[in-house]
């Protein structure tokens, strides 16, 4: 305190002796004088200033002593992780595609002292890297290089048990497909965009998942999972059937949809052969229709055969030109230019309309389309959605369009109307025959839950119950009499067609062989398509490749398997009840 | 008199600091505490997460197909089948027993049951036990 009082009186005791010096002795003893001149001001200002400088310097110093580091923290609710890509669900809720937090492993080279070992080591923990590649990467001359991506955490701590310093790990965002094969085809799958060490943005690439990329990144939708029509009780049960079926007849692959007649929701989409979506395979070598990351449901083109008399008589009837019963001449064959057109098997001389679909009539089916002529039989195709791609949810349905006749004739009309020279694929045939079963009123195909409501009215009631009424008989003492089924009505049109040779013609011994069902066709619920390519049912003395023999009792199998999943009970009376076989007993 | 309000105000600064102090520290640990809430948050999302997927992948009907095939000789599971539905009237109900007569009146009060009752499918001692499933319904 003195000390301080001694240093502010020398100062004081300084400055006017000072001022003195300067102007030439205007005292007043110790005192200072109100008036200051400049150099007083400047020294003020510079003192100020140096205290100014000095304090802030000491302030932030005291803070910096005082005061611990923390993080800047976020105030509310940050803090937790969201998932960066949306799950894919079923109908029911069950998981289609999720995510599991995962690691990715990459090196720095210059760590690694034996890439031989290294790789090596590696290569047991990872057996479909290829070990001479890692060494390659592992001997590379940076400071950088992925090893693999994802991992698992099991292999993490295998790799991590090995010691290597070298080896380093950035966490990632895994996508995984629970349902595995039964989905394969639905759910597509995903790339790493933009990644690096620590983070990968996922891409979808294909199917569900690259269609509804941008729905599945939206972070105001990442909470709720993106729900399906797909059933997948359904789903596995019907890929049972038809592996089954695939197998028992020998068939290259099949393919199988099931539609709901009224929303257009596919409940089931199967296509064989199929993959692991969690293992997708990268490469395919062999021909491309076996590639078995083909979806058949949505983007195989098949001539579809008989299936398509269906259309042209529903067609021919609601254009009034005949009625179910007006007799078409099917005895001989019916030439056209130089092309002749015949039915496989010798048909009578007449046949009603209704039995030319019910037997299966080429030559009757080609007359009734002359008879309605081009443009009507046009009109209602295209009107059925068979010249536009599929309004399907999946990534890769743009690409897929109809194969249309490059010039469509009158030729062109004789044989589409018995499903040859259109191909389209066994979702565009279901959407049809769930038009004709939804009392006529357009039905577009979707894999959304909830599906669309009824479009335009195609068909009148009358011609759809008529319809319906035909392809009871086909089953009922037509050509799908093995479909048959005890408990459930069942309509529905068989098609066998030859395969298209590449180069020209149709083979003589590979078809595809289909079967389109309406079920229960009393109350028409759900559609059924299914194909097999290139079955031949060796069971007889003769090899038979008919729909009727190999695509009906499949399709038969899966209606069976399948009604009950969807809820559909037999017909009342139509089974021996399970219960009375129970015997209940007391103790 | 100022002597005891500058004792007042001095006691009030030394109260008030050491108010702060707490305070302060107190606001430290809860949010220290907050952190390390949000990390065990987060933690147990991710494990609620792998367990979800974890269950979706055990209950895939591709799994499910395999246990049910490698398991059959002890649970003989088989596929639903369309005999699987049946009507009500043809359960084997345990036959209606003629009530309790009420007190106060006699045992002799006609009671008519036999006209009402069902036609009986099956004679059940005692009521089986009922299946847990069925209380939903």
Known sequence: MTMKKHLGERIRLRLPAA????????????????????????????????????????????????????????????????????????????????????????????EIKDPAGVADDLAAIFPDEDREQLFKRLSRKA??????????????????????????????????????????????????????????????????EGYFDARLRNPGQIGTPLELSIDLT???????????????????GATAVVMDVRTGELHAMVSLPDFDPNHKPKSYSGPAELDPRFNRAAFGRYELGSTFKV???????????????????????????????????????????????????????????????????????????????????????ARAKPLLPPRWTDLSTMTISFGHGLAVSPIHLAAAFATLANDGRRVRPTLIKGGHEPGEQIFSTATSRVMMQIMRDVVRRGTAQ???????????????????????????????ATFAAVFPINEPRFVLVL????????????????????????????????????????????????????????? | MTRIGLFLLVAAVVGSAAW?????????????????????????????????????????????????????EDLQLQPMGPEGFDTVSSVPFPPRTAPEAAPGTLRSDPVVVSERQPIVVARVPQPAPRPAAWSRQ
């Open chain 1, 19 to 110: 001022r003195r010096g300067v102007e030439g002795g205007r005292s007043e003893s110790g005192s200072v004088r109100p008036g200051r001149t400049r150099e007083d001001w400047r020294l003020i200002l510079v003192v100020l200033a140096m205290m100014l400088v000095y304090g802030a310097v000491g302030l932030r110093m005291g803070l910096l002593a005082l005061i611990e580091p923390v993080e800047p923290r976020m105030a509310g609710g940050a803090g937790v992780t969201t998932p960066l890509r949306g799950e894919i669900a079923d109908r029911n809720g069950n998981l289609l595609a999720a995510n599991l937090p995962a690691f990715s492993l990459y090196v720095d080279p210059t």
């Open chain 1, 143 to 208: 400071r950088f290089a992925w090893i693999k991506r994802p991992i698992t955490p099991r292999q993490r701590q295998a790799v991590l048990d090995l010691g290597y310093p070298g080896l380093k790990f950035g966490s990632r965002v895994m996508r995984i497909y629970p349902a595995g094969r039964t989905a394969a085809h639905l759910v597509g799958g995903v790339q790493a965009a933009s990644e690096d060490v620590r983070f990968a943005e996922l891409v979808g690439s294909g199917g569900v």
């Open chain 1, 234 to 252: 359904v789903q596995a049960a019907l890929r049972d059937v038809l592996a089954a079926g695939t197998k028992r007849f020998r068939a290259k």
């Open chain 1, 311 to 397: 259309l042209t008589a529903a067609s021919a009837l609601e254009s009034g030109i005949v009625g179910p019963q007006t007799m078409i001449e099917t005895g001989s064959a019916l030439a056209f230019g130089r092309y002749r057109i015949r039915d496989t098997h010798k048909m009578p001389p007449e046949m009603t309309v209704a039995d030319v679909v019910v037997r299966s009539s080429n030559v009757g089916a080609a007359r009734l389309a002359l008879n309605l002529g081009t443009p009507r039989l046009k009109d209602y195709l295209k009107r059925l959605g068979m010249f536009e791609q599929l309004p399907l949810e999946l990534a890769e349905a």
């Open chain 1, 482 to 512: 093995r479909g048959q089924l005890a408990g459930y009505d069942i309509g529905g049109k068989t098609g066998t067609a030859d395969k298209y040779r590449p180069g020209g013609g149709y083979y003589n011994d590979r078809v595809i």
């Open chain 1, 531 to 587: 194909s097999l390519d290139e079955p031949v049912d060796r069971s007889g003395k003769v090899e038979r490749r008919e729909a009727s023999r190999t695509a009906v009792p499949v399709a038969a199998a899966a209606i069976e398997r399948i009604a009950p999943l969807l809820g559909l009970r037999p017909q009342p009376g139509s089974l021996p009840g399970a219960l009375a076989a129970i015997e209940t007993s007391g103790q």
């Open chain 2, 20 to 72: 702060a102090y707490h305070v302060n520290y107190k606001t430290r640990n809860a949010l220290d505490r907050i952190d390390v809430l949000r990390g065990q948050i987060a933690a147990e999302r991710e494990a609620v997460e792998v367990l979800r997927v974890e269950w979706a992948y055990l209950n895939s009907p591709e799994r499910l197909t395999r246990l049910v095939a490698k398991n059959n």
